[in-house]
Nanobody, 125 residues
């Protein structure tokens, strides 16, 4: 069973930066896709970014391209989301998620089988 624990959320002013971390325990990781998904108040969950655990492929939703970077550290079994030039519309609960099997680019919520508890990111104007 894969377990995911996010950290690193907080309150930041517009234009600022935050780095989210997702510690992964349990299960094998080599064939999985890891993703970050967010949910703003009153809205549905939205795909943000994905990374192939065993390769170099990454994928982003258009609204975060050039501002967010997803990465992973295999030795630490941790996935990161570096968020720069944050905007108020980035305010949301950010979830780390993992697929059970290989899916690419895994932009749909239904592609993910395991979820963390979420971490709040608030960007003030």
């Amino acid at each position: 069973q894969v377990q995911l624990v996010e950290s690193g959320g907080g309150v930041v002013q517009a234009g600022g930066s935050l780095r989210l971390s997702c510690a992964v325990s349990g299960g094998t990781l080599s064939s999985r896709t890891m993703g970050w998904i967010r949910q703003a108040p009153g809205k549905e969950r939205e795909f943000v970014a994905a990374i192939a655990w065993s390769g170099v492929s990454t994928y982003y939703t258009d609204s975060v391209k050039g501002r967010f970077t997803i990465s992973r550290d295999n030795a630490k079994r941790t996935v990161y989301l570096q968020m720069n030039s944050l905007k108020p519309e980035d305010t949301a609960v950010y979830y780390c998620a993992a697929s059970k099997n290989w899916v690419w680019p895994a932009t749909m919520i239904s592609h993910y089988d395991y979820w963390g508890q979420g971490t709040q990111v608030t960007v003030s104007s």
